[in-house]
């Protein structure tokens, strides 16, 4: 037995010599993108949070959303904003949440610790959720620049808000395109039984059949399948003229591929998780006819697109994706800073909320629960290995 | 008292030693690295007692169980059906938690009764198959009827502890520290509950079980009755933890519930040392806190010493835990912190 | 009936390949009473390589198609063979006589190491496995099939006939028998067991290569992630068909391929919507309990008492 207690004890000292080690390294990033203060007597400080996956998968969409977020905070360095009467200095802290949502509200916590105003992030749903709880119950705002999951703002957290069309605005966007400019009358739904699948197979669903279409099938499959053989077959037996697909290029390149298989020409159709890169690489040119739809503007048709473009190009490389939303995000919660004159978010929140701000990506403004009063959504196809743009929907 | 009289004062003095040293914990924890640690502390425990409930099934009765995070799941479920604005219901956690304990631990004795027969492998399967039979029906009931709102999962569900934060001595106090201790309680109590059971007669049925059915049957241990009321104790600890960790996140989602899961818990039961409680919270510390730890320093070392991040860090870290799970077992193959009665077990 | 037709063959399709994964499964367990769960992702280690080799034969050295194939084939599956017996030396041959679950959790460690070192190789992301056979449709008794999936039904029907030539009628699968049955005795008469078990690791991870390439050729593509469901998956098949039995193997891999087909195209006909094709999995998993329940020891396996 004496055995035992000195092993507990030893137990709670390695315990707690772990964490000791832990915390020694995890200064490092911290103390390595603070920058000195400037020497202005009266200044402010205000720290912006950006959270993120900055490795993995997706580390290059988030690096992107970091790199528009940089960018944004230099520029409102250089410009010498002020917030009340003080010149601001902005300080901007990014963590990686590894797109988990686990380590999102591990993330959040540190940087609700080290004191932020304002987070840009995440840029996932499934992160942004639970690490909104994190940053409401601390008071501080959140925009996300990417997350669409209707979820993420129907939890009615004043403080979290997106400059982005949430899924629920591109399934009916999807919807309105595909019986309206198609004429799709008869159409089959297949969704992937995740948040962000199911989510956006709904929404269509009813949009679809509100306009007049009718839904002939409905079938499911998950996430990590790759065999829809099953499911394929009980669609042929239909008269669908339309295949869409609530989920991942992963899962819609086999689908795909199946389809043709299985002699059934129809046409699919998808969300942004269709509309990739990736998907293209892996279906080749049996992709063309595909469509698929793209939250927000073609950088190129973005009313200070091209500006941007160059600015950002020059520094940091060619634009991902939603790096211009990250960079308006930024500008316009520094705008409304400056006109409440505080970075106290109880202060400068209310002004965000009724703000109209003319930003890169288009006017920006929300409505009562934090989204985008007025969305853009832009349709393509695959052409010959390319996405082609179509046109874009919704806005102004 | 007169059992503490039976306990040498050396033994008292570690007891004593362990319980001053784990509440102050959170403070230093806190004051030196922030609270983010602190949450894993908290998470520490959640899982350190959903692995001491899963210990009474696969340590003490010796039955293989792959689908042990359905109760977690359906622990997690039946707080935020009770407890959020899914069906208006706001009950008080004093409800709730027994309730889901109650809930688990009847869905245990489902699991266990069909599966009295089945031995080793076969049982794996089967309780495999179970766990994912729970999350698949948690996805898929939003239609025709709603009720668990499918992959889109439960939220805003009322927190079990909330407190304005508040200064103690420079230290941010928030509900990550309340969470900690409520935990701490709760799971010493699981814990004093496993040290009856070990010592009581249920607990040696149980053992005797694990080491042969046949010879508890001919010894006249009821082993129907004894096999589920493991599942069943082992059950209500999963669905307190899961009510829990519903409470803490304020957010359920199938996703939470997967297989992988219900494998890392075992691990932590196998890793640690099966049938002990030691070893068990001793697997539940590393297991929680090393992925942690690793995931912190795995950019800023790479930085260091190559310049860049080469590895991405996600997958280094699960590299050096699947080895480190070899290498533990290669080396320990009874676990790090054994349990003393077990036989040298030559079974295969 | 064009579509009972057309089921039938999807769900034949994707048994024989559960078929070919599980007798891995079932072969190692025949004779170690170990489950290698690490046998999912040899299969998938197979997929990555062979789509690896074959990018190479086609686009670096412009071999002609079928002749690329056959290369990547033959390059694929003998590194398969040499993974397996090598995570047999390393995590499982010290631990043969340790409790039973320390070898299941090394099997995992290994599973894990496995997807992430194919991760650090080759990234997250999804490898196309190029066009090189015709995808023509061809019909036959009402269903729509490609050559791809024609081949693998005669490849893997040709394989079980060799695997079970090998096990029943020469000198290397007599020795498996018996060190199945008891591994003491077979050593005592001479066999040396340890060969035999490396023998027997190196055939099932062949089978697993093999199934891994026909999945990528069917399904266009292959990815780090396949191995887990695929693996999950057979090893259902294998106990469902009585663990450590070879034709309960094949008969529980094509059995689980048509249930899986069956449950996702009538369930949602059969009850009128109320469940539809997301509750296939559960259906399936359904139909496993109900059979292991009723016949503990799966459809053909041998009521035993647990080997101790």
């Not at chain 1, 832990?22 to 911290?30: G, I, M, N, S, Y």
């Not at chain 3, 060190?179 to 067991?193: C, H, K, S, W």
């Amino acid at each position: 037995m004496r055995n035992i207690s000195i092993r507990f004890f030893c137990l709670v000292a390695f315990s707690a010599l772990l964490s000791l080690t832990a915390c020694d390294k995890k200064e490092t990033p911290v103390a390595a993108t603070a920058v000195a203060v400037a020497p202005v007597p009266q200044s402010l400080t205000v720290k912006i949070g950006h959270a993120g996956p900055l490795t993995g998968a997706q580390g290059h969409l988030g690096k992107d959303n970091e790199n528009g977020v940089r960018l944004a905070v230099d520029e409102l360095n250089a410009e010498n904003v002020t917030i009340g009467d003080k010149i601001a200095h902005f300080e901007l802290l990014s963590e990686d949440d590894m797109a988990d949502p686990r380590t999102a509200t591990q993330v959040a916590q540190k940087l609700v610790d080290s004191g932020i105003s304002v987070v840009i992030g995440h840029m996932n749903s499934g992160t942004s959720i639970p690490a909104s709880k994190i940053y409401h119950d601390s008071g501080i705002v959140q925009i996300s620049p990417s997350a669409t999951a209707i979820a993420y703002t129907a939890q009615n957290f004043p403080g979290a808000m997106r400059v982005m069309a949430n899924d629920s605005q591109q399934g009916a966007q999807l919807a309105h395109y595909a019986v309206e400019k198609l004429g799709m009358k008869k159409i089959a739904i297949i969704d992937d039984r995740t948040a962000y699948g199911q989510g956006l197979a709904d929404v269509f669903e009813i949009t679809a059949v509100s306009l007049g279409a009718t839904v002939v099938k409905h079938e499911f499959t998950t996430d990590k399948s790759s065999d829809f053989n099953a499911i394929l077959t009980n669609i042929k037996g239909t008269d669908a003229q339309l295949l869409f697909y609530g989920g991942m290029d992963a899962q819609a390149a086999p689908m795909l591929k199946q389809m043709h298989d299985l002699g059934l020409p129809l046409t699919l159709m998808g969300g942004d998780g269709l509309r990739t890169a990736e998907f293209l690489k892996l279906v080749g040119n049996d992709g063309n006819g595909v469509i698929g739809s793209l939250p927000g503007i073609p950088v190129a048709n973005m009313q200070n697109g091209p500006a941007f473009q160059k600015k950002f190009e020059a520094r940091f490389g060619v634009i991902q994706l939603y790096a211009p939303y990250a960079y308006d995000a930024t500008r316009m919660v520094v705008a409304a800073m400056h006109e409440a004159g505080s970075a106290e978010p109880s202060r400068f929140l209310p002004v965000l909320q009724n703000m109209h701000y003319q930003g890169v990506t288009a006017n920006i403004a929300f409505d009562n629960k934090g989204d985008l009063a007025d969305s853009a959504v832009s349709l393509y196809k695959a052409v010959n290995g390319e996405w082609q743009f179509i046109e874009t929907v919704g806005a102004r | 008292m007169s059992a503490l009289k039976n306990i040498p004062s050396r033994v008292l003095f570690g007891y004593a030693t362990a319980i001053v040293a784990a509440a102050i914990l959170p403070l230093l924890t806190g004051a030196a690295f922030g609270n983010s640690w602190v949450r894993v502390l908290d998470f520490t425990l959640l899982y350190a007692m959903l692995a001491l409930g899963l210990n009474i099934v696969v340590g003490y009765a010796g039955l293989l169980d792959l689908g042990y995070i359905a109760f977690y799941a359906i622990g997690a479920y039946v707080y935020a059906w009770l407890a959020s604005p899914h069906f208006g219901l706001h009950l008080s956690p004093f409800i709730i938690l027994p309730t889901g304990a109650l809930v688990a631990g009847l869905f245990g004795v489902i699991l266990g009764a069909p599966t009295l027969r089945l031995r080793g492998d076969y049982l794996a399967i089967v309780t495999l198959g179970f766990g994912e039979i729970v999350r698949l029906f948690l996805n898929n009931l939003d239609r025709p009827v709603n009720i668990t709102n499918g992959p889109q999962g439960i939220n805003l569900i009322d927190p079990l502890i909330s407190i304005t934060p508040f200064s103690f001595y420079g230290l941010r106090v928030t509900s990550v520290y309340c969470y900690y201790y409520l935990f701490l309680v709760l799971c010493a109590a699981v814990v004093f509950c496993c040290i009856r059971l070990q010592d009581s007669r249920i607990g040696r049925a149980w053992m005797a079980i694990r080491e042969d059915e046949m010879a508890a049957k001919a010894c006249g241990i009821n082993t129907r009755n004894i096999k589920l009321l493991a599942f069943a104790m082992g059950a209500s600890f999963g669905g307190v933890s899961g009510g829990l960790f519903a409470g803490f996140q304020g957010f359920v989602s199938p996703e939470s519930f997967v297989l992988l899961e219900s494998v890392m818990v075992l691990c932590m039961v196998v890793l640690g040392g099966m049938g002990n409680i030691a070893g068990v919270l001793l697997g539940a510390a590393l297991l929680t806190i090393t992925p942690e730890y690793l995931r912190a320093i795995a950019t800023p070392v790479q930085m260091k010493v190559f310049g860049r991040a080469l590895v991405d860090p996600e997958n280094l870290r699960m590299l050096l835990f699947g080895i480190a799970l070899i290498a533990t077992m290669l080396f320990r193959p009874q676990g790090l912190w054994p349990s003393r009665q077990q036989l040298p077990a030559t079974k295969k | 009936m064009e579509m009972l037709a057309q089921q039938i063959a999807n769900g034949l399709i994707l048994g024989s390949v559960y078929a070919l994964i599980a007798l891995g499964y079932t072969m190692v367990y025949g004779i170690l009473g170990l489950i290698n769960f690490a046998h999912g992702e040899i299969t998938m280690m197979g997929a990555m390589i062979a789509v690896a080799a074959l990018n190479i034969f086609l686009h670096v050295l412009h071999l002609p198609p079928l002749l690329a194939l056959s290369a990547a084939i033959c390059i694929a599956i003998p590194c398969c063979m040499l993974l397996g017996v090598t995570i047999e030396r390393i995590a499982y041959r010290p631990l043969r006589h340790a409790p039973k679950l320390a070898s299941l959790i090394t099997a995992i460690g290994v599973s894990i190491v496995l997807q992430n070192v194919a991760m650090m190789v080759w990234g997250r992301g999804y490898q196309r496995f190029p066009d090189i056979i015709p995808a023509e449709n061809v019909s036959a008794f009402g269903a729509t099939l490609t050559p791809v999936k024609i081949a693998i039904v005669l490849l893997s029907a040709c394989t079980l006939l060799g695997l079970w030539l090998l096990v029943n009628r020469t000198r290397l699968g007599r020795a498996m028998r018996a060190t199945a049955q008891n591994p003491e005795a077979a050593q005592l008469m001479g066999v040396a067991i340890d060969k035999v078990i490396a023998a027997t690791f190196a055939i099932g991870s062949a089978l697993g290569a093999l199934a891994g390439i026909m999945v990528a050729a069917n399904y266009g593509q292959a990815d780090p992630y396949m191995g887990f469901l695929l693996g999950l998956k057979a090893f259902s098949a294998a106990v469902l068909g009585g663990i450590g039995n070879l034709a309960g193997a094949v008969i529980g891999g094509l059995l689980l391929g048509l249930i899986e087909s069956l449950g996702a195209g009538y369930l949602g006909t059969a009850t009128h919507g109320v469940f539809g094709s997301n509750y296939q999995d559960i259906f399936a998993f359904m139909v496993l309990v109900a059979v292991l329940v009723l016949r503990p020891s799966g459809l053909l396996g041998e009521h035993t008492a647990e080997r101790a």
